[in-house]
């Protein structure tokens, strides 16, 4: 089979190949503004709607997960790569499964949370649009969607500012890594439009500062779901 | 009276020092973002609400009102500046009346609304916030209220990206202004959240880009009232 290089498939099989090195840079906090700021902004944004169940999108070896249960929430992580479940899983700290956002989206997953939380792991195009399709039916009433992603404003790069496939890259990370993943970039427009279109109201949109550099690190959107 | 260098008086100040030359500036085309991209943005935000009624806040020497009248719209343009409204009136196409955003917000405008639109013209900081207090009960069931202004992350210049007040300027305009206005800067965390904050759920943030630089020429909010 041939691997279109711009595809959520092309996603995945980056972050199978990844998954140790991207294990080891989380674990031993080697990406800077994630241990200076946007780790803290994730985990605030959860904390400020006080859920006892937490569904974790994405979750990769799972720190957030472990976080948030250590403040006594309960917390499934879905992740579609089976070797970064195995890490999360060896740790504790949650429940956690492989699945992947097109079997979520398919309805596969029968629970509900009162908060879903993605944290810089809504990255393609028409996984990403089945997630929000779904996400209604896997909320609590008054349930949240918290999304933390690159600032499209800042993240643009030398790209005309419109929703499109971007090409990745490991600029700043180990030689461990290869083979980075493409990722289909939205403007805000698009972002708030993804909540609107699909039953939340946007409650809030956060962008923490880096403390230091005072550039935005990313963008924190905040959906409530309509009764 | 000594006059605060960078406050809601300050900016009301200046206006009616440049109403004349800015009415020229708009009537003959000079700002070349509004010709381009603008005055189409905020035309088009308003028409898709399909609206009977319309508030023009901070109307200036009343395009918009006009071009929303000949749609068939009725629209009420306030604005503080008494020359400027005075020129609205000369043009005709709507209802014109010299009205502060702070008379507003004591609540003397009587009337309600299916849309209140303020284009590039919400400048102030308590004003605003005054105005955004009152806006639930100058809008009819299910009215809307839409801002353009300039993009924060564009906009915010050398300064930090946070809410203060910045430095106005007439850089790109003829000689015949002067005394250029201060303006409150808020970041979109901040626009969104007066918009939550206010009973609005935020229901479109558009980003209308320049054709030609392929830049951000601003924001575009619009909010529509809960029941």
Known sequence: MTLEPLSDTAIVHSWHKNAQPWTTAVREGHIQSRKLITDRAIIDAVVDQH???VLDLGCGEGWLARALSAKGIDVLGIDVVPELVKQ????G???FEVLSYEEIGAGKLNQQFDVAVSNFALLGHESVLGLFQEMP???APNGSFIVQTIHPVVGCGAYRYEDGWHEGSWAGFSH???DPAPWYFR???SWVRLYSDHGFRLKEMREPLHPQLEKLASVVL???LID
Chains 1, 2 share one sequence.
């Open 93 to 95: 700290g949650g429940q």
């Open 187 to 189: 403007t805000l427009e």
């Open 222 to 224: 905040i959906g409530a």
């Open 51 to 53: 859920p006892r169940s």
């Open 137 to 139: 039916s896997l909320l």
């Open 176 to 178: 461990d890594f290869s």
């Open 88 to 91: 999360a899983q060896s740790m």
